[in-house]
């Protein structure tokens, strides 16, 4: 994958951005040690490969089992990566996947746009890399005119929890079973980018 691109200086953060594509199509962000990509339709093994990885490493977080991912069509790889009501990206490390996260909308929260699927590889927790990641999709969010960002996380990952409470995001009190497995509870988070001064 080519990922030399002009660049700029990205405000209000340290952040370095970079447009693969002549248009305003946010495509790629870059920090000194590592690039966040919006994988275009071609390269949709590079998604699917980061996220076979996050299915196998923590399937509690996920509404999708790892077997059903692998059965996952090529076809439609490529239809989620073309569809404009949603961003995917990928965080790579040389020309290795190492996190990923969607933004997108939610059915119940027309206004809102929701995070999805978010994984950091375990190598790269702890760093920059996920928070990045979620400012990624927080930006592609505020570029589709929303200020509301939601989403739902396991409320038995207390690693992921602290991480979305430091980015600001709060309980809104609402709750739901994972449909695979109904034991496992699936709490609601907010945030108003507005009002946000982490993302
Ligand atoms: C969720 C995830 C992306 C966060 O990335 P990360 O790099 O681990 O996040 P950070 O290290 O920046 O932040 C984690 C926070 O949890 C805290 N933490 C670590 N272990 C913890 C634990 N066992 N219990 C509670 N908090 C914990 C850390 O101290 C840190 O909080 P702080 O910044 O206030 O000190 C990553 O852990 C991951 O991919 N997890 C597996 C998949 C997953 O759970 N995805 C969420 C789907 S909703």
């Keep these: 994958m080519t990922l030399c691109a002009r660049t700029r200086n990205f405000s209000n953060s340290n952040i370095r951005y970079s447009s693969l594509h002549s248009s305003d199509d946010v495509r790629v962000w870059k920090t000194r040690q590592m690039l966040i990509v919006r994988p275009s339709v071609d390269e949709w093994e590079i998604a699917r490969e980061i996220r076979l990885a996050s299915l196998l490493n923590t399937p509690l977080a996920y509404g999708t089992t790892h077997s059903q991912a692998l059965r996952t069509s090529e076809a439609e790889w490529r239809r989620r990566i073309a569809d404009p009501r949603s961003a995917l990206f990928v965080v790579m490390a040389g020309d290795s996947p190492i996190a990923t996260a969607s933004g997108g909308e939610h059915e119940l929260h027309p206004h809102a746009r929701w995070l999805y699927g978010m994984y950091c590889d375990p190598r790269y927790r702890g760093s920059e890399v996920a928070t990045s990641l979620v400012r990624a999709v927080s ?34 009190g609402a709750s739901e079973a994972l449909r695979r497995d109904p034991t496992q509870r699936l709490v609601e988070y907010m945030t108003n980018l507005d009002e946000n001064d982490e993302l």
């Design 139 to 172: 930006s592609w969010v505020r570029s589709q005119g929303v200020s509301d960002f939601g989403l739902h996380v396991n409320e038995a990952l207390p690693r992921a929890v602290s991480f979305y409470r430091r980015l600001g995001f709060l309980p809104t």
